[in-house]
């Protein structure tokens, strides 16, 4: 089982295997931590993003799917890009986050990655509440066979580590 860790920080910091991206559709950048990452890992994801566009993903990457590029200047060796749902009170898409981290996984299980890095998926701009976002990104976790030994969540704020110290416990 992998071994959960909690961190306040700056996702584009961290010395993982993979960092884990909140992508939009169209992984083309955007606010938020895509555009962190983007900003930080530079031209080359982007590039490598929109080859992704041209060729197998010409509709975008579908919500809760997953998909890797290269880090670019990161200090990790890949990011797993994924696409979070938009939270509505009108109809209930916790499925789709569950999967965002359970596809996420499976990627990195397929480039051999054993540490990687998580932001807390569609609780930004996407609007998830952050108690919910945390219990079903930690419960997710928990719950999926994977070789990665170690998941960290990086979070930003003070509010979102209280969250995932409460899922946590």
Same mark, same amino acid.
């Given at each position: 089982?992998?071994? #959960?860790?909690?961190?306040?920080?700056?996702?584009?910091?961290?010395?993982?295997?993979?960092?884990?991206?909140?992508?939009?559709?169209?992984? !083309?950048? *955007?606010?938020?931590?895509? /555009?962190?990452?983007?900003?930080?890992?530079g031209p080359a994801i982007l590039a490598e993003?929109?080859?992704?566009?041209?060729?197998?993903?010409?509709?975008?990457?579908?919500? *809760?799917?997953?998909?890797?590029?290269?880090? =670019?200047?990161?200090?990790?060796? &890949?990011?797993?890009?994924?696409? *979070?749902?938009?939270?509505? %009170?009108?109809?209930?898409?916790?499925?789709? #986050?569950?999967?965002?981290?359970?596809? !996420?996984?499976?990627?990195?299980?397929?480039? *051999?990655?054993?540490?990687?890095?998580?932001?807390?998926? !569609?609780?930004?701009?996407?609007? &998830?509440?952050?108690?919910? /976002?945390?219990?079903?990104?930690?419960?997710?976790?928990?719950? @999926?066979? @994977?070789?990665?030994?170690?998941?960290?969540?990086?979070?930003? =704020?003070?509010?979102?580590?209280?969250?995932?110290?409460? %899922?946590?416990?």
């Amino acid at each position: 089982m992998a071994e #959960l860790v909690l961190i306040r920080g700056d996702i584009t910091e961290q010395n993982v295997d993979a960092i884990v991206n909140a992508a939009n559709t169209r992984l !083309s950048g *955007g606010g938020g931590v895509d /555009g962190a990452i983007h900003r930080r890992g530079g031209p080359a994801i982007l590039a490598e993003c929109r080859r992704l566009r041209e060729t197998t993903l010409r509709d975008g990457l579908p919500t *809760g799917e997953a998909i890797a590029t290269s880090a =670019g200047d990161l200090p990790a060796r &890949w990011v797993i890009h994924t696409v *979070g749902p938009v939270w509505t %009170a009108a109809q209930d898409r916790s499925g789709l #986050l569950a999967a965002c981290y359970r596809e !996420s996984l499976r990627v990195a299980d397929e480039l *051999g990655a054993r540490t990687v890095a998580f932001p807390a998926i !569609s609780t930004g701009i996407y609007g &998830w509440p952050i108690d919910d /976002g945390a219990h079903i990104a930690v419960d997710t976790v928990r719950a @999926t066979a @994977t070789e990665v030994r170690e998941i960290r969540f990086v979070l930003f =704020g003070t509010a979102a580590r209280r969250a995932f110290e409460s %899922a946590v416990e």
